[in-house]
């Protein structure tokens, strides 16, 4: 543990903590939310406590890894959003309705 | 660092390759004038697909390169030919499928390129960086062809289920992955191997992460209970696509869990293939016996592809050289069997929708006696009945599980191939053994009806050669398995040296 | 001859490949004649295989043929091969000889039909998987086989299946097979995982029975049983043999192929092949051998009573494969498998007959509208006659030797009761046999003018075929007697593939095997007279009922009506076959229906159910609450609008989205896994 | 000083990330998410890792939350009744939730860092980004290539899927 070299009290823990609270908030969100805008938001919240943690324990590591892997997280998710606000588009136009429970045409 | 980059273009060949092709297709498919039919980039691309098999059975090169990133070992070679076969028959069935859904888009095709190439960078990777590069890859460009009808609202439902589920798992997977960074300093499979047999024992944060990278590739898997999405999604898109999604994508995430699990993380085996344990057990029961009461076919083909993901699981779990072999061998047969099945439902499908059910299957032995018995070669070896390739492969399976002790998971698994024969033998029923209905020879349909009842059942020369080829594959793994194991034993022999 | 062995299944198989893809584009008669060249090309073999298996001595009369390796891995080794030895030699001569016959006979009886090409694709299929069944080398050979020949079965059964009776007998046969093949499958397994802990990797015959010693009793035992389990889908025996009575929809010479000479006979070779596995298990021997003369019985008594000429024939072939199993549950595996030769012969004899009569009839089965049919179709009757005499027994047609040969055994080996059984079957037998034959054969024709003034022989491509088998049936035994009979050249036959089997017998039956040696001889002759005064007591009876000139000598209570009213509830259980399908389907069927619908609704229902279930809590919630505030602020008048308001829009957000639904239980399955790996 | 820093920080992105789910208007909802996006970049920055930082505004708040916005305007998404944001599965969905968070903070309360430490000083990673940049181009070239083909298939797709086709009847 680096922490002593480090004067802050500032631990891996608290970082990952965080990440997991933005973690469930997001899962939260994509649980709850009927509408299919506010599910990607979540969605994006879930990349982000990831990105928090790789981070994290990219510092407390002294690894360089880690932060390369986020910058490759947030260009990927920056393309997933691209890909889902397109989709998002075709659902609107075909059903016209952006809440995601009004699509169950298929189930069983 | 940089010393050890060992760079080596002969290594990633065919990801070369296949990036070449798609780019050419592409720029073809720009230049060409908008109304101008887009089937020559389908004979374009398979072309391109053809040259690139052999190139990828035979570049294989010892060691990992660009850092230890890429591998480029016979492992990576089987599940690139499994992956190159797979894009083919979907290519060509396509060709078919657009014009009956009357869609003329040339990016379908070297979206499917892609799809694949993100596969093959999967089996290929050697560090997660890597592995989750390529997973996005190929899970981008399926989201795109899923929703690719955008005039069916079937299609666009399906692909928004697919992304908001897939973009879940991948936080999840993501999730894993960076605790599994935060364990070993590092992410690639050979060090982080490395650093956990230094440790071996299981601290908390390798827990949450194999748990999260087993639940974010078991969605691409469809186990049980991640699978949900994969009966709508295969309804709802095209039918090549469903059949690509269930056959590549389910390999290329069987592929990157072996090279987690037994290159990086053998040593943590007993906490993990519990785990497994129960998802294989759990999938293999459920796909087997909701697929029973289905009445669409692609759904019943979806559940079908449930169970046989759970019985491929066994081979994966048991982590010997000759389980390990057998899903991959299963994976080859798999191609064949499931992608010819799918090729018949594709004949069915018209515009109109009709043509899903599994009813309309009836009398169909004597309307088309070839397609009637194709259909049921397939089907007989999904089910696993000798001669067929579907035989062979559960045979290895279960056998790798009998010869690990894992003698309930193969009790199971024969469980669970006793109840599949129900469903697949329905169809053949249908086939043989009923009249056909009345409704299926368009009578019924009334005006618009007559407009499409002869299009469906014509099968096109392209779809004809995907049957042929599947057919013979099915029926040739059946009968002569030895090369097609031998390899595959000798692919997997590194991951067992240690 | 050995190197052309594979010939004998492939030839087949080409004609069922070129008939399958091209049967439509080809005239009729192509297609015949080459699915019956083909059978004779696989019978020319089989014979010259035969004669040359005759010709070695006796040590080296089992011959391991290997063609390739089927599957490899690591130490496993599996090859396609065949084992060629007596027993195998002898089963495909009876499968290619009948069958050629039946072939032949087929192009005549089909020669209308629609289906002519198909038919011929699926029946030169199916003798390909009976081929491979009886040939293979191997387990998985056999398993191959196993498979094959049910699912042509299937198809056969449901030829017609225009008609719905056929299509459904088509799926019962197959979900009744699949639970005799879940018992075979497992029995296999089992087999192998056994073996494999003992380090022996292969699935050879030879090799397996070499290495059985490494199993122990129980286990043996178990896995015997679980085999007989598939045996008993196959063969039609108690409590699965529900299954062939229905399969009597498909075409006659199917029946008279598949469903009386070779198919079903795939049990009773499968435990006589398997005879080193019985013979460590002796209480398996004894479970086949009560469940198969219990089978005979209780199918004889349904054959009694009913009707449909092939009804008759289909409950007399359960029966008399429940003799075989008694033989080979015995250990007496030469008389099985010598029932089994002749069975194939007057068996088939018989079905063809019964075909050839329901053609004459225009597709009429019902025996009480028949009647006087020997002054039409003398060849016909005559044959089946002969069919008939050597089925109840009578000497010297084929049945008497080998029916006789089992009820020695028994009786040789101590078990009185099982003797005592298999000679009230006889006579049973002999019964409703020659009810049959007077039914349909003697007397007045019952049937409508229309069909009467049709009433014909059967053109040559049918009768001729029938001839031949005739002469099988009457001589088959005095031919075979010298083959198949103790202390005769031919007992050297067979013997060599049941030393294993016959060794360990003896020692079943030890303690009676002495007093056996000095009741040879004398006992032998009173028990061979006392099986015929059976059989001609059967058919003396059923004269007395059915046969105009004896009628008149019995006493007024023996009529059939009278005998019927006296004993109605007796009369009706068995005229219902003892209402086995109704419990079937009171007991399973329906029980299985239920499940089915309840699967159908697994995904909606379980899943759903639980979120529906959370939905419907909160809105029950939020409903009363919103009653509660209703009250409050406007009081009972309006309340009853709103509930019905509220009560729609409550059903449609029951439809929930399901994305969220997938992405709970996606959360849920993360939750129980992080939480057994927590506690785990 | 940092410690208090974490936790404004902290807090502050928990607070919007809950504001970003419990919101009724989806435009707020996005602005929330931008506050989010803000703190988890500070923290970035606390963490030695400004390239990230940077990374994480100009492509989130930049790229990302714009297509939010433009996506919410264009689809005319307005403010929402409360009985119509929140899904019906809520009884359960609330306690899985607070479940999961038990189960990993009890896996990362109990959990301690045992992996070597790697090459990086503080200082070096105080002026990584000149060290991120030649890793990307060399350790890191392959992953680097195939998410530049992602991007071009994030991009066709896109235009793919939204693009009209010419005759299509809608």
């Not at chain 2, 344990?277 to 592809?305: D, E, F, P």
């Not at chain 3, 225009?162 to 088509?170: F, H, I, Y």
């Not at chain 3, 049983?225 to 889908?233: D, E, N, Q």
């Amino acid at each position: 543990m680096p922490a002593g070299k480090y004067k802050n009290m500032l631990t891996l823990t608290h970082f990952l903590i965080l990440s997991f609270i933005l973690f469930s908030i997001g899962v939260a969100g994509v649980l709850l939310r009927r509408n299919i805008i506010i599910v990607l938001m979540s969605l994006e919240l879930i990349f982000n406590s990831v990105n928090i943690s790789l981070a994290a324990f990219s510092y407390f590591m002294q690894s360089l890894s880690g932060t390369i892997f986020v910058i490759f997280n947030i260009t990927i998710a920056a393309a997933e959003v691209a890909i889902g606000l397109a989709i998002l588009v075709t659902v609107y136009r075909r059903r016209k309705t952006v809440y995601v429970d009004e699509l169950d045409e298929m189930k069983g | 660092m940089l010393e050890t980059l060992n760079i080596n273009l002969t290594a990633i060949l065919p990801e070369i390759l296949l990036t070449a092709l798609a780019l050419c297709v592409m720029a073809l498919d720009l230049i060409m004038r908008r109304g101008a039919s887009r089937l020559v980039l389908g004979y374009l691309s398979i072309i391109g697909l053809l040259i690139i098999l052999p190139v990828s059975c035979v570049s294989v090169i010892d060691g990992a390169f660009y850092g230890g990133m890429v591998k480029a070992d016979g492992f990576s070679a089987y599940f690139n030919a499994i992956f190159i076969i797979a894009a083919i028959f979907t290519i060509l069935i396509s060709m078919d499928y657009l014009k009956r859904v009357n869609i003329n888009k040339g990016e379908y095709y070297y979206i499917v390129l892609f799809a694949t190439l993100g596969m093959m960078v999967m089996a290929a990777s050697n560090d997660l960086v890597n592995l989750y590069v390529g997973l996005e890859l190929m899970a981008l460009s399926f989201y795109v062809l899923v929703a690719i009808r955008t005039a069916s609202s079937k299609s666009v439902e399906a692909a928004l289920k697919y992304f908001v589920l897939g973009a879940l798992s991948s936080g999840v997977l993501l999730y894993g992955i960076s605790f599994t960074y935060g364990v070993a300093g590092t992410t690639n499979f050979t060090e982080i191997a490395f650093q956990a047999r230094r440790v071996t024992i299981l601290d908390p944060y390798l827990l949450l992460a194999i748990v999260f990278i087993i639940v974010g590739f078991s969605f691409k898997i469809a186990l049980f209970p991640f699978h949900l999405w994969s009966p709508d999604t295969y309804e709802g898109a095209p039918t090549p696509i469903a059949a690509l999604l269930s056959v590549g994508s389910k390999a290329a995430a069987f592929a990157a869990f072996m090279r987690v699990f037994l290159v990086a993380l053998p040593v943590y085996q007993p906490h993990w293939s519990r785990i497994f344990w129960g998802l294989s057990a759990a999938t293999m029961l459920y796909g087997s016996v909701v697929a029973i009461s289905q009445k669409n076919i692609v759904r019943m083909l979806a559940y079908s592809s449930i169970a046989h993901a759970g019985i491929i699981m066994i081979g994966f779990l048991v982590t010997s050289d000759m389980g390990a072999a057998g899903v991959m061998y299963y994976l080859l047969v798999y191609a064949f069997m499931n992608i010819g099945a799918f090729t018949v439902v594709t004949l069915f499908i018209r515009s109109s929708g009709r043509g899903e059910s599994i009813r309309d299957y009836r009398g169909l032995a004597v309307r088309h006696p070839w397609l009637a018995f194709v259909m049921s070669i397939f089907l007989v070896s999904l089910a696993g009945i000798p001669p067929t390739g579907g035989f062979t492969a559960k045979f290895f399976i279960l056998s790798s599980a009998i010869n690990a002790q894992y003698y309930w998971l193969a009790v199971i698994g024969v469980v669970s191939t006793a109840i599949s024969l129900f469903f697949y033998a329905k169809v053949i029923f249908y086939m043989y053994l009923s009249e056909p209905d009345a409704l299926t020879e368009g009578t019924a349909g009334g005006a618009a009806g007559g407009a499409d009842r002869d299009l469906p059942i014509m099968s096109s020369a392209t779809c004809n050669i995907v049957l042929v080829a599947a057919a013979v594959g099915t029926v040739l793994l059946g009968i002569y398995p030895t090369p097609f194991i031998d390899m595959a034993i000798k692919a997997v022999k590194p991951f067992f040296l240690t | 001859m050995i190197e052309l062995a594979w010939l004998i299944p492939m030839l087949p198989f080409t004609g069922a490949v070129i008939n399958g893809f091209f049967g439509s584009r080809m005239p009729k008669k192509t297609v015949g004649l080459i699915a019956c060249l083909v059978m004779a090309g696989a019978f020319i073999i089989s014979s010259s295989l035969f004669i040359k298996i005759l010709s070695l001595p006796v040590d080296q009369r089992s011959i391991e043929v290997t063609y390739f390796t089927w599957i490899a891995s690591g130490a496993f080794h599996l090859d396609i091969g065949f084992l060629i030895d007596p027993l195998s030699t002898l089963m495909i001569m009876v499968v290619t000889g009948v069958g050629l016959l039946i072939h032949i006979y087929s192009v005549g009886y089909m020669h209308e039909d629609k289906g002519f090409w198909r038919y011929f694709a699926y029946l030169n299929l199916f003798v390909f998987f009976m081929l491979m069944l009886v040939l293979g080398g191997n387990y998985l050979v056999m398993f191959l086989g196993w498979e094959g020949v049910g699912l042509c079965s299937f198809l056969l059964i449901g030829f017609w299946y225009e008609k719905k009776s056929a299509s459904d007998a088509g799926k019962k046969a197959f979900v009744v097979n699949r639970i005799g093949d879940f018992g075979f499958v497992l029995g296999l397994f089992l087999l192998f995982w056994t073996l494999s802990s003992h380090g022996v990797t292969s699935l050879d015959y030879k090799t397996v029975f070499a290495s059985l010693h490494h199993i122990d009793t129980a286990t043996i035992t178990v896995i015997t049983l679980l085999l007989f389990v598939g045996a008993t889908g196959k063969s039609a025996q108690l409590p699965l043999y529900v299954w062939l009575p229905d399969a009597m929809e498909g075409p006659t010479p199917v029946s008279a192929l598949i469903h009386a000479a070779t198919m079903v006979t795939a049990g009773v070779y499968m435990i006589a092949r398997n005879n080193a596995l019985y013979a460590m298990a002796p209480i398996s021997g004894e479970v086949v051998a009560v469940v198969g003369i219990c089978t005979a019985l209780f199918a004889a008594t349904i054959g009694l009573v009913q009707n449909d000429i092939k009804k008759v024939l289909a409950y007399s072939t359960v029966s008399q494969l429940g003799y075989m199993f008694a033989a080979v549950g015995l250990g007496a595996y030469t008389a099985g498998v010598f029932h089994l030769m002749t069975h194939a012969f007057f068996k088939g004899l018989m079905f063809l007959g019964s075909g050839s009569v329901i053609h004459a009839m225009g597709g009429e089965q019902d025996m009480r509208k028949m009647g006087g049919l020997h002054k039409h179709m003398k060849i016909t009757s005559v044959t089946f006659i002969i069919g008939a005499l050597a089925i109840a027994g009578m000497p010297p047609f084929s049945g008497f030797w080998s029916k006789d040969e089992i009820l020695w055994e028994a009786f040789e080996k101590g078990h009185t009761i099982i003797w005592a059984m298999g000679l009230l079957t006889a006579f049973l037998t002999a019964f409703y046999m020659f009810r049959q034959v007077f039914m349909t054969f003697t007397g007045e024709c019952r049937a409508d003018r229309h069909t009467q003034e049709h009433l014909h022989e059967s053109p040559k491509i049918m009768t001729v075929p029938l001839i031949i088998l005739a002469i099988l049936a009457a001589a088959g035994g005095i031919v075979g007697i010298s083959f198949f009979e103790e202390g005769t050249a031919a007992h050297h036959f067979l013997s060599p593939v049941f030393e294993q089997g016959g060794h360990a017998a003896a020692n079943v039956g030890g303690h009676v095997a002495q007093n056996g040696e000095a009741l040879h001889g004398g006992m032998e002759a009173i028990l061979m007279a006392v099986s015929v005064a059976a059989g001609l007591c059967g058919i003396f009876l059923a004269g007395l009922l059915y046969y105009a000139p004896l009628k008149k000598y019995a006493p007024s209570f023996w009529r059939p009506e009278v005998i019927a009213a006296a004993f109605k509830p007796v009369y009706a259980l068995l005229y219902n076959k003892y209402y086995v399908d109704e419990m079937y389907d009171h007991i399973i069927v329906n029980p299985i229906k239920r499940f089915c619908g309840w699967c159908l609704s697994f995904d909606l229902g379980i899943i759903d159910g639980i979120v529906n279930g959370a939905a419907w809590t909160t809105r029950l919630w939020a409903w009363l609450l919103h009653k509660f505030d209703i009250y409050i602020i406007d009081g009972v008048i309006n309340s009853a609008a709103t509930f019905t308001g509220y009560n729609s829009g409550f059903w449609r957000r029951l439809q929930t989205g399901r994305l969220q639904n997938y992405a709970l239980i996606f959360v849920i399955g993360l939750l129980i896994i992080v939480g057994s790996a927590l506690l785990g | 000083m940092e410690q208090i820093f974490f936790y404004i920080f902290a807090i502050l992105a928990v607070a919007s990330a809950i504001a970003v789910v419990a919101a009724k208007n989806p435009v707020h909802s996005a602005v929330y998410l931008i506050i989010c996006f803000l703190q988890v970049a500070a923290l970035f920055i606390l963490l030695r890792a400004p390239f990230l930082a940077a990374a994480q505004v100009f492509i989130y708040v930049g790229a990302v939350m714009v297509l939010f916005l433009f996506a919410v305007l264009v689809l005319n998404v307005g403010k929402e009744r409360l009985g119509e944001q929140i899904h019906h599965q809520s009884v359960i969905v609330i306690p899985a939730v607070i479940l999961l968070l038990l189960m990993m903070g009890i896996l990362v309360a109990k959990g301690r860092l045992t992996a070597p430490m790697g090459a990086f000083t503080e200082k070096a990673l105080e002026k990584n980004t000149e060290v991120i940049g030649k890793m990307l181009f060399s350790k890191y070239l392959f992953p680097f290539e195939v998410v530049s083909v992602l991007l071009l298939i994030a991009l066709i797709g896109a235009v793919a899927l939204v693009m009209k086709e010419k005759g299509s009847q809608d």
